[in-house]
């Protein structure tokens, strides 16, 4: 008796390996898929952080060309968009403390920067 019992027991291992070898295989394929999807994911939001600094830059240049029109500035300025306007002086942006918004900036009647409103 006990014979067959075992036998019963290798036949019922051996069905749960193959099914687990199946799962096995599954699992690869749908991580093989997910990560191609990750993939293209990826590029396209690539491809949509380039569109996206694309559009700014010619915002920022279409601005310019509208100022010099508008203001009869001279087309010779050399406006960095890299640069901005923080205590009176023209600074790189990345020189600029990170807690200072442009809204934390007070603008005098005169057009003149106010003193800093710290939060």
């Not at 290798?10 to 599954?26: G, H, M, P, T």
Request: glycine letters at 4%.
């Amino acid at each position: 008796m006990q014979l067959g019992a075992s036998e019963r027991r290798v036949r019922e291992l051996s069905s749960n390996l193959k099914k687990a070898k199946e799962n096995f295989a599954e699992d690869i394929s749908a991580h093989d898929e997910v990560a191609s999807k990750k993939a293209h994911l990826d590029l396209e939001l690539a491809d949509l952080k380039n569109c996206v600094l694309n559009v700014h830059s010619q915002t920022f240049k279409q601005a310019i060309r509208q100022v010099v029109l508008l203001y009869d500035t001279p087309e010779d300025n050399e406006l960095d968009e890299n640069m901005d306007v923080y205590n009176g002086q023209l600074m790189p942006i990345e020189d600029i403390p990170s807690r200072v918004t442009p809204e934390d900036t007070a603008v005098l009647d005169d057009g003149s920067l106010g003193e800093e409103i710290m939060p």
